[in-house]
Nanobody, 117 residues
Framework: QVQLVESGGGLVQPGGSLRLSCAAS????????MAWYRQAPGKQRELVAS???????NYADSVKGRFTISRDNAKNTVDLQMNSLKPEDTAVYYC???????????WGQGTQVTVSS
């Protein structure tokens, strides 16, 4: 019964901020690698940010310096703080988990982020 539930999406003006949160259950969170992906209309799904079970972080070049991924193993949550949002950040954002040393992905249902004036 794996469940990843995203929250925090919405409509924001360019330059604004949003904080996305993903609540995980049914997984061994502490040894799972977590990530945020996004998919814009007509575009491929892309990796936005990832954080390993050991807390190593990686970001897409397009969001470096603006987005921050973090995890709280006590709460089984992974967050994505998004600052200085741009219209090109508009997409459905998906939470992803992968157990260490495996290749099977789990996905949330996604949350819409729209950056527009």
């Amino acid at each position: 019964q794996v469940q990843l539930v995203e929250s925090g999406g919405g409509l924001v003006q360019p330059g604004g901020s949003l904080r996305l949160s993903c609540a995980a259950s049914g997984i061994i969170f502490s040894i799972s690698n977590m990530a945020w992906y996004r998919q814009a209309p007509g575009k491929q799904r892309e990796l936005v940010a990832s954080i390993t079970w050991g807390n190593a972080r990686n970001y897409a070049d397009s969001v470096k310096g603006r987005f921050t991924i973090s995890r709280d193993n006590a709460k089984n949550t992974v967050d994505l703080q998004m600052n200085s949002l741009k219209p090109e950040d508009t997409a459905v954002y998906y939470c992803n988990s992968r157990l260490r040393l495996t290749t099977r992905d789990n996905w949330g249902q996604g949350t819409q982020v729209t950056v527009s004036s």
